[in-house]
C-alpha cells in the first residue's frame, strides 16, 4: 500500500496528494529534485513495479519482500538498501515488539517499506517539511530522519524495560517473591532487542565517519548524532542484560535464604511439639511406683509444666529468629 | 560416486546425462567454458583420477577424502578449496546432523564432493541452469549457488532449535518439569552447530569483499547476500545459546522454589498429625485425678478437639500457601 | 545560571567579577585571549544566547539542554562538544550520584554547562589561575583542568565501593549474615558507574595521541596524565564488578554451608528427644510381665538411663560437630 | 641426548648413521645443504656445545635448557627458535601429560630439542626422507614435518577428552551419580591443554602468511595445512570448555532434583509411618469409656485399619510420585 | 633514601662509594657514560633535588612521588617513564604483597624509585656490573635488568597460587570440608595480581617491536625475552582465575552432594527410631483383647522383635548407601 508519495524541488513539496509511481519515477533524476515514496506492507506486483521504476536490485527487492532481515546496510554502487528494526514495548506483556522499515536510497529518491507495527513515519515526514533547509540536503536527509526516528523510538523500550526491572528488583528484595519466569522473560526480550539493534551500530559508524559518498558533511554531524542514540541505547541494553543476569542469581540466592529461613521455622515448631509429647510419653509410663502420679495436683502441674515449656521455647525461638 | 558431471558454455549445459571425467576435463580450459562435477562420497581411487585430471593440490585431495574438516576457504593460486558444513534437524532426537561439501573451484571447474547427509545439490544446479545469466558468471556462479543452497539449509536448523526452546519453556516455566538433561543436550547442539557454521563468516565476508581475484562485482552481491544470511544464523545461534545458559539458570532457581514448597507442605502435614498425636499422649498419662477421663462424653470430645484442630492447622496452612 | 565568566589574555585573568555574555563573545576572538563560561543547569533562552553569541552548533547545543547524554566528545571542525559524567558516592545509601558537564570547547573559549549534582569547578579555576604558564596553553588547558577534576573526583566514589565491599565481605564471612541484596545493589552501581566513565576512555585516548588539533604537544602529557588516572578508574571498577560476582557465588556456597548446618542442628535435636520419647513409649507398653515396671528404683532408674542417652548423644553431636 | 643427527643434500640424506656435532656444523652452510639435529633433554654442556658450533643466540640456548616454557617463535634474523607443547592422553588418570619440543631452525639446519614426554619425531624424519621433493625445500621442510607430527599428535588428546566428556554425561545423566571432581578435574585438564595449543595459533597463522622470509611459497601452503588443522584442535577444545562449564551446571540442577525427589521420599515414609502412631496413641489413652476397646475384635481391626491406611498411603504416595 | 648511585662508562663502574646526586647528574650527559640512581622511598625534597639535576618532568615526578601507580610505560621525548608493580607471595596470609618500582630512563641515566616492599634491586645491579658487554648497552640496559627482575619474581607469586589452589582442591575434594572462604580471598588476589601484571604486556610488547627509539637492536631481544616470561605469567594467571571459577562452583556442587547424604542419613536415623516407636505405641494401646500382652514371652519377644526391625532397617540403609 502506498502511504505517500512526494516529489520535492530544492526542499519544497511540489504537490498534495500522493503522486503514482511512473510520474514519481520520472520525477527522480533532476538535480535539486527527489522524491520520497512511502509503503507499507506492499504486494508482490506493487514492489515489483516500483523496483522496475526506480531500478531497484533484484537482490534488495527480494529482501524487501520478506520481513525478519537483520539490520544492515548494503551499498550497491548508485544507490543503498537499509534494514531497520522498529521497536515498540508492550508494557502489559512486558514483551518488546518489532517492526521493520526496508529502505532504497538513491541519489534522487528514497523508498521507504514498513513491516508490521513499524514506527509510523508521518512524523518524521512532516517535520522534515518543515526544515527545508535540512530537505535540500536530499535523499540523505530523508534517510537521517528515518534512522533518526527509528533510533529514537528504542527510548522508550529500554525506558519500559528499565521500569520492569525495577519492579522485579521491588518483588524479590522487598515481596521477597519468587521472580524467576518474569527475569526469564525480561532478559529474552533484552536479548532479542539487543539482537535488532546492535548490528545497526556498525553501519551507522560508517555513515558518521562519511564512508558512503552521497552524505554531505553537514548532514555526517546528523548521522553521527544518530550514531550517539544508538551507541547509548546499546550501552543500557548491555547493562540491562548484565543486570538481569545478576537478579536471576540474588534470586537464586534469596530463594536459599528462605529455605534456610522456612526449614528453622519447621524445626523449631518440632521442636515446641516434641518437649511437651517426650513429658506426656513419660507420664504414660507404666512404672508402678511413680509418685508424681498419684497427688490430685499431679495432673494440673503437668500441663503447667509443659505449657512453661512451650512458652519458654517460642521465646527462645524467637530471640535467636528461628520463628 | 559421480552425481552428475556437466560442460556449460556460456551458461548453457551442452549435453543431457553426466559425462566421463577425462571429457570433462578437456572441456574445462575454454574461455566461456566451465564443468560442474558432483561427487558423493567418492572413493580413493575415484579421487584420484579427478585430482589428476584436474590437477588438484595433494593437500586439498588429501582434505577431501576425509570428512570432519573444519569449514574453510584455501587459496590456491589458480583455484580454491572450500570446506561447508551442511546441517540437518532430527526433531525427534532433538540433534543436528552434519554432513560436508567440499569444493574445488577453478577458473573452468567446480568439483563438489558430498560426505554424510549432506544437503542436496540437485536443487541447486536445477534452479541454476534455468537462470543461464547467473551461469554466465561460470564457476563462482556454482559456488555462489553451492553456498547459498547450505547456509539457507541452516535456516530450519535454527527454526527448530527455536521451536524446542519454547517448547522447554513452556515445560519448566507451566509444567514445572526439570528440563536439565534436555536443556543440556540442546546447548550441546548448539554449541556444535555454532562450531559448524561460525568459521565460514570470515571466507564468507572476504568474498562479499572481492578479496578474491576471480569473483566479478556483478557476483559479489550475491556473495554479499549469502554472507548475511550467515551473520543472521549466527546471531540467532549466539542468541539461543544465550538463552540456553539462562533457562538453565532459571531450572535451576525453580528447583529451589519447587523445593521450598516441597518442605512447606511437608511441615505442614508433620504440624497437622503432630498436635493430635500429642494430644492422645496427653490423655495416656498416667495421672490419678485426670477428670475428663471420666465422662462418657470425655472420648468422643477428644476425638472433636482433635479434628477441629485438624481442619483448623489444615485451613490455616492453606491460607499461608503452605499447602 | 552563569557561574562565571572571565576573559584571559596571555594566561592572566583581565578582570574580577564576571562578563556579560556578549563582552565574552567579543573578547574571545582575539590571539591569546580566550573566554572561560561556567554555566549551571541554563535555561533554554539563557543556552540560547549563549549559542548565538558564541555561533555553537545546534545538535551540540540540543544535547547540552538536556542532561543523560552518554560521555563524548564530538569534533566540530573549529570546535569540540565534551561531554563529561561526574559521579560522587552517597555512602549511607551506597550510590553513586552522577551529574553531568557539557563543555564547549573552541580555539577561543570554553563553556562549561553543569547539570545536578556535578562537581564543582571553582576548584579547577582557582588552581588554573595560579598557573598562569598552562592557561597560556588557551582553551584546551581549561578542557585538561576540567577533565583532570572530573577524572579526580572518581577517586572517592571507587575508594566507597572497595569500603563497602570490604563490609560486605567482613559480613558474609565473620558474621555469617546474607548480604545478597546488598551486593546485588552494590554491582548496580558499579555497572551504572562503569557506564560513566568507560566510554571516556576512547577520547581521551584520542586526546592523548593529539588526535585533535588544538592541543599542543606540552599539554599532551597532561592529557594522557589524565587518561591514565581514568584507566586506573577503569581497570579498578572492572576489578570489582568480578569481585562482586565472586562475592554473589561465595554468597550463595556459604548459605548452603550454612543449611547443611542447620540441619544437622536440627537433626541432631529430632534425634536427642527421639530416642527417650521411644523409651517412654516402650516403658509405657501393656504387657503383663514387665519386671523393671515393679520395683521401686525403676522410674528413677527409667530417668536416669533417658538422661545418660541424652547426655551422651548431646556429647556425640557436639563432637561431630553437628551441634 | 643425540638421537640422530643427519646431513641432507638436495633432500638425500648422505650418510647413514648419526654425524658428530662439529662435522654437522660444518656442513651446515652449503647451498641445498642442511643439517636435521635431534637431541634428547641434552646436558648442559651438550647444549652449550651445540650452540657453539652453530652460533645460536643466548637467551634462545637459555630458554631451551629449561622446560615449561610457553609456546612461541621467536625471529633471530637469521635463525628462528620455536617452543612447541607436546601433549598425550592418559586415560586411566584422565590427565594430558605435556612434554616440549625446542627447536632451532637456521636457513641450513634445524635442531629440534624433545624434553619430557614429547612425541617421537623419528615419524616424521622417515616420512619426511621418503620424501626427498619435500625435503628439498630445507630446514623449513623440517619444521613443518614437526610441527604437523605434534599437532597431529594434539587430536587422540581432543578425542579423549571427549570420550571422557561422554562418560561423563552418561555418568550425570543416566546413572544419576555424582560427577562433580570428575568433571573439574576434566575442566583443569581442558583449559592447560588449551594454554599448551592457543599460543602456536598466532605464530602458525604468520608462517601460513609467509610472515616469515626463509618459507618458500610451496611449502606455506603446508604449513597453512598446520595451522588450519590448530584451529581446528583450539575450537574443538573451546567448544569441550563450554561444554564442561555447562556440565558443571547440570550436575548442580540434578542435585537439586535428586534432592527433592529424596526429600519427598522420607516425607512420604514419615507419613506413611506418622499415621498409624497417631492412631495408636488414640487407641492408647486413659479414657474410661471407648466403646472399641471392649470387643475383642477391637484390636484385630484396629491392626487391620492401620495396615489399610499404610497401604492407601504407600499408593497415594507411589501414584503423586513421591516414592 | 638513596640506596645507591653510580657512574658507568663503558659499561664499567667508575668508582666504589655512591656518588651525590650533583656529581652523577653532571657525569650524565657523556657519550658511553650513564648514570644508575636508585633510591628507596625518597622524601618529597630529596625527589625535587634529583628531579632539578636530571631536569625529570613535573608530571612523572608527581607520580613517583605517590605509590599506587598503575604499571604504565610513558614516553617524554627524551626519556621514559616507567612504572612497575612488584609482588611477593606471603603464604601463611596466602594473600600477594605489592611494591612499586618507578623508573625515570633517560640517554644517559636511569632513576629507580622504590616504594613499598618492592623487590630489591641489588641482585640486578650486581648480576649486570658482570657483564660489562650488556652494559655498554646503557641506560637501556640497565631498565632490562630491572624489568627481568621484577617479571622473574612473580613466577614465585604464581606458583604460590597455584600450591594453595591444589591445597584448595585437596580440601575440597578429599576432605569434603567447605572452602568458600578460601577460593574467594585467592580469587581475590589472583584479580589483583593480574590487574598488577596485565597493563605491562603492551609496553613491554612495544619494547619488543622497538617501538621505542633509545633501544639498540641487540637488547630488543632481551626485552622480548622478559615480554615473553611476561605473558607467560599472565597466561598461568588467566588459567588460575578460570580454575577458581570453577572450583567454586564445584565446591557448590559438593555441598549440595553432601546435603543430600546428610539429608538421607537423618532420614534413615528417623525411620530407625520411628519402627520400634511405633511398636511401643502399638503396645501400649489399651484394647481389653490383645492375647500377646499376657505370656510372660510377650515383651522379651517385643524387644527381640524391635531389635530384629532395628537390625534390618540399619542393613536396609547401608545398603542403599543412605547411612
Redesign the interface.
Known amino acids: 500500500m502506498i502511504v505517500d508519495c512526494a516529489h520535492y524541488h530544492e526542499g519544497v513539496r511540489q504537490h498534495k496528494g500522493p503522486l503514482d509511481i511512473e510520474t514519481a519515477a520520472a520525477a527522480a533524476n533532476g538535480d535539486g529534485d527527489f522524491v520520497w515514496l512511502g509503503l507499507h506492507e506492499p504486494g508482490a506486483s506493487e514492489l515489483e513495479d516500483v523496483a522496475a521504476a526506480f531500478g531497484l536490485?533484484e537482490?534488495a527487492v527480494e529482501?524487501a519482500r520478506n520481513a525478519h532481515?537483520?539490520p544492515?546496510l548494503?551499498d550497491?554502487d548508485d544507490s543503498f538498501f537499509i534494514v531497520l528494526k522498529t521497536a515498540r514495548y508492550i508494557d502489559e506483556k512486558e514483551e518488546v515488539e518489532f517492526g521493520e522499515i526496508h529502505m532504497f536510497a538513491g541519489r534522487s529518491y528514497v523508498i521507504a517499506v514498513r513491516h508490521g507495527a513499524a514506527s509510523e513515519l508521518r512524523a518524521a515526514r512532516q517535520r522534515l517539511e518543515q526544515h527545508p533547509e535540512l530537505l535540500q540536503g536530499g535523499a540523505s536527509a530523508v534517510v537521517w530522519a528515518i534512522l533518526d526516528k527509528v533510533v529514537d523510538d528504542y527510548a522508550p523500550v529500554v525506558a519500559g524495560i528499565e521500569d520492569d526491572i525495577e519492579e522485579v528488583?521491588q518483588q524479590i528484595?522487598q515481596e521477597s517473591a519468587?521472580a524467576?519466569?518474569r527475569?526469564?522473560f525480561l532478559?529474552?526480550e533484552v536479548?532479542?532487542f539487543h539482537?535488532a539493534t546492535f548490528?545497526l551500530l556498525a553501519p551507522l559508524e560508517a555513515l558518521e565517519r562519511g564512508a558512503y559518498a552521497p552524505v554531505d558533511e553537514q548532514l555526517q554531524?546528523?548521522f553521527?548524532?544518530v550514531a550517539?542514540h544508538a551507541?547509548?541505547i546499546d550501552?543500557?541494553v548491555t547493562?540491562q542484560r548484565?543486570?538481569l543476569?545478576?537478579?536471576?542469581?540474588?534470586?537464586?540466592?534469596?530463594?536459599?535464604?528462605?529455605?534456610?529461613q522456612?526449614?528453622?521455622?519447621?524445626?523449631a515448631?518440632?521442636?515446641i511439639?516434641?518437649?511437651?509429647?517426650?513429658l506426656?510419653?513419660?507420664?504414660?509410663?507404666?512404672?508402678?511406683?511413680?509418685p508424681e502420679?498419684?497427688?490430685?495436683w499431679?495432673?494440673p502441674l503437668?500441663l503447667v509444666v509443659m505449657a512453661v515449656l512451650v512458652i519458654a521455647l517460642y521465646r527462645f525461638f524467637k530471640r535467636i529468629r528461628w520463628l
Open positions: 536490485h537482490l529482501d532481515q537483520r544492515k548494503e550497491y528488583e528484595f519468587d524467576t519466569e527475569i526469564y532478559k529474552r536479548i532479542q539482537r548490528p554531524r546528523y553521527r548524532d550517539d551507541r547509548r550501552e543500557q547493562g548484565e543486570l543476569t545478576s537478579i536471576l542469581e540474588a534470586n537464586l540466592a534469596l530463594l536459599g535464604v528462605q529455605q534456610n522456612v526449614i528453622r521455622q519447621i524445626s515448631a518440632v521442636a511439639i516434641a518437649v511437651p509429647t517426650f506426656a510419653s513419660l507420664w504414660g509410663m507404666n512404672f508402678e511406683h511413680m502420679l498419684r497427688p490430685e499431679g495432673y503437668a
